[in-house]
């Protein structure tokens, strides 16, 4: 995962907000307390949505203890200890950063990325036997996902995403601890959230960085999909637009469905800020910083009129 997936914070209750960073500080503490020090360096955000989303699942409360840190030596902060949802992403979060980081080494001949995965792989033997199943999975899905990317050979978006959706929905589906009204339903409806997550998330990140992979000649899905006839990245970014908006602003509602769906006991304010408002603040973040400004029709690129601002996460679906 990529670090996309935050809290709007000007919508969040102060509460809501350092319960979002009790997580991510907790996550964090997993890390060094699992694995150690140096894994805490790949902690991002969208591993504490995961934890955050498979914690809010069950009914137990939250324990938080106040620490020093790294990041805040003389003040403490609070932090949720020996939770199961943080474990389980801490270890999710070592062996994503260590697949993509052999892919880095592979794809860029980075030996920087090289090096890094060899030290992060010994961690990799504290795994449980639960993770290793879900080791399996990533791995047979990102080979998937690489041998697209490199060989082109797909015809439409879904097709790309696929692998890379997958992913994010066993890793949710299979969580290896019980939620409440545990049943095949509920694991459904958590490899459905996955699901769209995962596309959400890989479209996003595929539109971030279409731009720099413009101009470095490497391969984005959306350049290889629609720009059959050369265009610039300026000319591409207004032509795709539209579609690009759909797909992504309809991940975001299907996220928003099926966490409805969830038997969801606590931290339901803040899951919602997070699927509703801050997945939709990434999305214009992205678009903005693109370059396009989210361009209409005639020509003008208003950005204080403009249309993506004034969606929700409910785009209108044929």
Known sequence: ?????????????????????????????????????????????????????????????????????????????????????????????????????????IDNKSLRSKLCAQLINPYKKKFSSSVYHINSVIQDNLQQLYALEKGGNFSS???ICDPFSLIVAHIFKSYPHPVTDDNELVRENLFHFGYALGKWIYMIDALDDLEKDMEKGKFNPLNLLYNKDSLSYEDLIRQIQDTIAFTILNCGYNCKHYLTQLPVAKNKELLENIISLGMMDQYTKVMHSCGAKCSHSDGSSNTSSCQCKKDSINPKTS
């Open 1 to 105: 995962m990529f670090g996309y997936v935050t809290p709007l914070k000007d919508e969040l209750r102060i509460h809501e907000y350092n319960t979002f960073k009790s997580y991510y500080c907790g996550l964090c503490f997993h890390l060094k307390n699992e694995f150690g020090n140096l894994p805490r360096m790949v902690l991002n955000y969208d591993m504490t949505f995961l934890a955050l989303v498979l914690d809010s699942l069950n009914t137990e409360p939250i324990y938080t203890k106040m620490k020093h840190c790294l990041t805040s030596p003389i003040k403490k902060k609070p932090i949720i200890l020996d939770n199961k949802a943080l474990s389980y992403a801490a270890h999710i979060n070592i062996n994503l950063v260590y697949y993509k980081l052999l892919d880095d080494a």
């Open 157 to 159: 978006i879904d097709e």
